[in-house]
């Protein structure tokens, strides 16, 4: 290490692993009730980790949640890119991911056939 | 390979570890193994988080949630239902006393709100063993500015601008000693860090070593390229095993990165760094018997002048900084003096680390901006008095400092007004006592421990405090005369004249700030021969009231046979035998004993 700039350039690189402790940058939440699990949520959730690190995306946040009623549609992803709104994806399955990471997760455009709901946020 | 996903981090701490954070985290491990997350779940051993009083604590991201006193057998469920299906596990989560209500995220909590953390940032939320982890979040950056764009003359003047004061008890300005340190003309310089920390209840250099050591490295490297140093020491005590391991990897890993050694960052700056253990003798806190110890003799000091800015280790220009200076350096030159001037008040600067502890809700490491309550920290931080007693007093400063009554609780916290009124700053431990304690008591115990740590080279120190420490013990057991008090008043004033170094010069703190604000106690000892609190055993006076159902369960624990009485009839106690050891109050199943 030589320049202020050889550390500052060492710092990008590791911050990204630090991202999981910071409550910003794009977040991949996955239903994990009862009826996600019984719809295959972990399987989605092992695809999701798998594209991420694939595609080295470590400044990503995975988060779970439970059943919000809409049992029916499980298994449900949502992608909340910050500023934007949090869209909620239905029947996700594990093949699925990597279109859903590869449009809208990196490049910002929303799978329209898959969507089932989308919630402004503040 | 897998994204990591989530964050589990163990508090490794000296006070979790007592509490069993490894098994904590051998147990997430296995379970984390067992449910088959070891690809996308990480485990992090960190430092402190100060919330001691609840440990082992650990913080699941990148929900942020914090879990209280962590068992082995809790973490299975943490597993399977946070882990896994991300659902929050209540029973776990810290429930604020007075509302009951449960908080998951650690920055809600009383006792970190109204904190203002930057010695200690990041004590708790990185790895201390990986100095990737401190780089990332900004680690090196004020060392790098240092040495390649700003001349040794700028970083003093910085320090100098941001009011730093040194955070070992004296409070002298950080810049001006660099200044004195750096204006003296030699071939070899050295930088020294005192981790000697000795005050009874103070632990915060322990927390801060062992929870953030490449802050203090960055510390004294900055200060090595200000005053033209290229050698330093840390000098911590042997009894801090956790800090020394700690410290040993950080150095070897800012070595492996070329961020510590020769030539840093190619400014043509080297420096480089030894530990030195110490014994643990109190005396070996004050600079010159530190030196003593690191050049291997017998810790004793030595008069100043020649200070050790002109004349320190091996005779050589040497700077000496507690570990919170240090810890506070790196951060006025990344945000600049202007930033940290922001923080606490006209003349005292930043924030101080302060360690609760005694008869004190949350025990535990909370850092504030200076110009605090006592009452903020001890009632909204500290949560209060345990057991919904009375408060008394607190004591701060250690040894050297003294006792505040509940009169001063709204005085604000700096180094000038705590020395006004008859305490110090010290190095930031404040003792929390209540109705029980007995201020006569108190000082005696500060006393002896003073009296034991003396070094025995300077006669008042020695002698003095020894024929005090006789003085005390005998007013707490029923022996004090008339005179006792002035008596005590006039050593303590000798001492404090005459006392070759830091330690003899301030022992007599504690008894004369008892005195100053608890003297009806001292009096009620000699004059009436009464202890006021009820601590002092031997001023103790046991009866038994009507309650008494004459059960003879206490003349049979008696020792001394000084309880008699017929059977269904109320006992007395004959106070010419009783040794007032208690075992009658404890034996009573009616509590008809009573103690005053």
Redesign the interface.
């Known amino acids: 290490?030589?320049?202020?700039e050889d550390?500052?350039a060492?710092?990008e690189k590791?911050?990204a692993?630090?991202k999981?402790?910071q409550?910003d940058g794009t977040?991949i939440i996955?239903g994990?009730?009862t009826c996600g699990?019984a719809a295959g949520a972990r399987e989605v959730m092992?695809a999701?980790?798998?594209?991420?690190?694939?595609r080295k995306?470590?400044d990503?946040?995975?988060?779970?949640?439970?059943c919000i009623g809409m049992c029916e549609k499980e298994v449900l992803v949502d992608i909340v890119r910050p500023g934007e709104p949090r869209i909620t994806y239905g029947k996700v399955k594990p093949e699925d991911v990597k279109k859903i990471i590869a449009e809208h997760v990196v490049n910002g455009r929303i799978v329209e056939e898959m969507v089932v709901g989308k919630i402004m946020q503040d | 390979?897998?994204?990591?996903?989530?964050?589990v981090?163990i508090c490794g701490g000296t006070g979790c570890k007592s509490a069993g954070s490894k098994e904590v985290q051998l147990a997430f491990s296995r379970a984390i193994e067992a449910k088959g997350l070891s690809?996308?779940v990480m485990v992090v051993e960190t430092g402190c988080h100060g919330f001691c009083e609840h440990g082992p604590l650990v913080i699941v991201?990148?929900?942020?949630t914090f879990y209280c006193q962590v068992k082995a057998e809790d973490v299975e469920e943490i597993v399977e239902s946070h882990l896994?299906?991300?659902?929050i596990v209540e029973r776990l989560l810290y429930h604020e006393p007075l509302t009951h209500e449960s908080i998951p995220n650690y920055s809600e909590i009383n006792f970190y709100k109204k904190q203002h953390r930057l010695v200690l940032e990041n004590c708790g939320?990185?790895n201390p063993e990986q100095i990737?982890?401190y780089?990332?979040?900004?680690g090196?950056?004020a060392l790098?500015?240092a040495v390649?764009?700003m001349s040794p003359e700028d970083v003093i003047e910085e320090i100098k601008k941001s009011g730093l004061r040194g955070r070992g008890g004296g409070g002298f300005p950080t810049g001006m000693k660099w200044q004195f340190a750096k204006a003296s003309v030699s071939d070899k310089k050295y930088v020294i860090c005192n981790a000697d920390e000795g005050d009874p209840g103070a632990f915060m250099d322990r927390s801060v070593l062992e929870g953030d050591p490449h802050k203090i490295l960055e510390g004294m490297a900055v200060c090595g390229y200000a005053i033209g140093a290229d050698e330093g020491y840390i000098y911590v005590r042997a009894e801090y095993p956790l800090a020394i391991k700690r410290l040993r990897i950080a150095i070897e890993q800012a070595e492996a990165?070329?961020?510590l050694g020769e030539n840093i960052?190619?400014s043509g700056f080297s420096f480089k760094l030894h530990i030195k253990e110490g014994a643990g003798a109190f005396v070996c806190g004050e600079e010159t018997a530190l030196m003593a110890s690191i050049e291997g003799k017998r810790g004793m000091p030595r008069p100043r002048p020649p200070f050790p800015a002109v004349a320190g280790l091996w005779g050589k220009p040497t700077n000496i900084n507690n570990v919170e200076t240090f810890g506070n350096v790196a951060a006025i030159i990344t945000n600049g003096a202007d930033w940290y001037a922001g923080f606490g008040t006209e003349k005292s600067k930043g924030t101080k680390v302060f360690a609760l502890t005694g008869k004190i809700n949350n025990t535990g490491l909370a850092e504030v901006p200076m110009g605090i309550t006592m009452r903020e920290i001890i009632y909204d931080i500290g949560g209060g008095i345990n057991g919904g007693k009375k408060f008394k007093a607190v004591q701060i400063g250690g040894p050297s400092g003294g006792c505040l009554p509940e009169s001063m609780l709204d005085l604000s916290i700096d180094y000038d007004s705590l020395t006004a009124a008859g305490a110090m700053m010290g190095s930031g431990g404040l003792v929390v006592m209540d109705e029980d304690t007995c201020m006569v008591d108190v000082a005696k115990f500060f006393l002896n421990f003073t009296q034991s740590e003396s070094c025995g080279k300077c006669t008042p120190c020695r002698e003095g405090t020894k024929r005090m420490l006789e003085v005390l013990t005998r007013i707490t057991e029923g022996q004090g005369r008339e005179g006792d008090i002035e008596l005590l008043e006039e050593l303590a004033r000798n001492i404090k004249e005459t006392a070759l170094c830091g330690l003899g010069q301030t022992a007599p703190n504690p008894v004369l700030s008892t005195l100053k604000y608890f003297r009806h106690e001292y009096e009620a000892h000699i004059k009436e021969k009464r202890c006021p609190a009820g601590a002092c055993e031997k001023l103790a006076n046991y009866e038994i009231t009507d309650a008494c159902k004459g059960c003879g369960l206490c003349a049979r624990q008696c020792p001394v046979n000084a309880i008699s009485g017929e059977v269904k009839k109320k006992h007395v106690i004959d106070v010419t035998k009783c040794i007032k050891c208690g075992a009658c109050m404890a034996a009573c199943p009616f509590k008809a004993i009573t103690k005053g």
Not at chain 1, 1 to 4: G, I, W
């Open positions: 290490m030589k320049t202020l550390l500052k060492l710092r590791l911050k692993d630090m999981v402790r409550n977040k996955i994990m009730g699990i092992s999701v980790l798998n594209e991420l690190a694939v995306l470590n990503v946040q995975v988060q779970q949640t439970g | 390979m897998q994204h990591i996903r989530a964050h981090l690809d996308e991201y990148p929900e942020g896994f299906k991300g659902r939320a990185i990737e982890e780089i990332a979040v900004g090196y950056e790098a500015k390649t764009t990165m070329g961020l960052f190619g």
